[in-house]
């Protein structure tokens, strides 16, 4: 399991995963879910993976190989003209993985899923976020859902939810999913640091990737740590249930 976040706001877009992958209780370990790609001046990306690892790894692999300056094999994520394209593009690369993947090992296409998130901003058009399904159709961010979440969702999206403003600064939508990830991390062992976070600024076309967040962070502990002090305390203040 995993959990991943993009979040659209009126300054850029909000990009954010764990690490964890696991094979049972007794098999956990660390790996990236978040790749990006970018041409100064032209435009920035960002996926992030959910699902069956060797489906994702494969996708990101065929996206990476055909990115490549020398590559014959078009088209590519750097020279597609519009961020729909690229969601599209990346679609059918998921869709093409897990069929090919059903017709030469398991029948059930259900062990290779994966989904994915798209983000960015080509020159042209605005940042904006898909969701991208393993069937390869995907939907895009709207004000009324200005957020996507794959993996483990349950546990973080209510904090979202209350608390999200398309008028926050990043350094404040990095708390609040700060917020979501603990919330997660705590709820469920398939989710774990380090965390890896990603910030891209409208018309900037370059991404400002932050240092990886590790079980010893400072900041996160004290947000960690806050949350549940705060939680307590607001649980405390609201009035008691009157026993009939």
């Known amino acids: 399991m995993t959990y991943c976040v993009g ?6 877009l909000v990009f954010m995963s764990d690490t964890r ?3 049972g ?9 978040m790749f990006s790609w970018d041409v100064p001046g032209d435009r920035a990306i960002t996926i992030m ?3 069956n690892l060797a489906t994702t790894q494969a996708v990101i692999s065929i996206l990476e190989e055909r990115s490549k300056v020398l590559s014959e094999r078009k088209p590519t994520i750097l020279e597609l003209p519009t961020m729909f394209e690229v969601a599209r593009f990346v679609g059918a690369t ?11 090992g398991q029948s059930a296409t259900s062990a290779f ?3 994915v998130i798209v983000g960015g901003q080509i ?3 605005v940042p904006t976020l898909f969701l991208v399904y393993p069937e390869g159709n995907f939907i895009e961010v709207t004000e009324d859902a200005p957020f996507f979440q794959i993996g483990e969702t349950k546990y973080g999206k209510p904090i979202i939810v209350r608390a999200y403003d398309p008028d926050m600064r990043f350094e404040d939508a990095i708390k609040l999913l ?3 990830f603990d919330s997660t991390i705590k709820a469920n062992l398939s989710v774990g640091l380090p965390i890896d976070i990603q910030l891209y600024d409208v018309d900037s076309f370059s991404l400002d990737t932050q240092p990886r967040v590790t079980a010893d962070d400072p900041y996160f502990q004290a947000i960690s740590t806050s949350w549940g002090d705060s939680l307590r305390t607001a649980l405390m203040h609201l009035p008691s249930y009157e026993r009939k």
């Not at 209780?25 to 879910?33: E, L, M, R």
């Not at 998921?94 to 030469?104: N, P």
């Open 21 to 23: 992958t696991n094979a």
């Open 49 to 51: 993976t959910a699902g």
């Open 113 to 115: 899923k994966a989904s």
């Open 7 to 12: 979040l659209r706001l009126n300054r850029g």
């Open 25 to 33: 209780v007794d098999n956990f370990s660390t790996t990236k879910k």
């Open 178 to 180: 700060m917020v979501s």
């Open 123 to 125: 020159n042209g058009g």
């Open 94 to 104: 998921l869709k093409e993985v897990i069929q090919g993947d059903a017709v030469s």
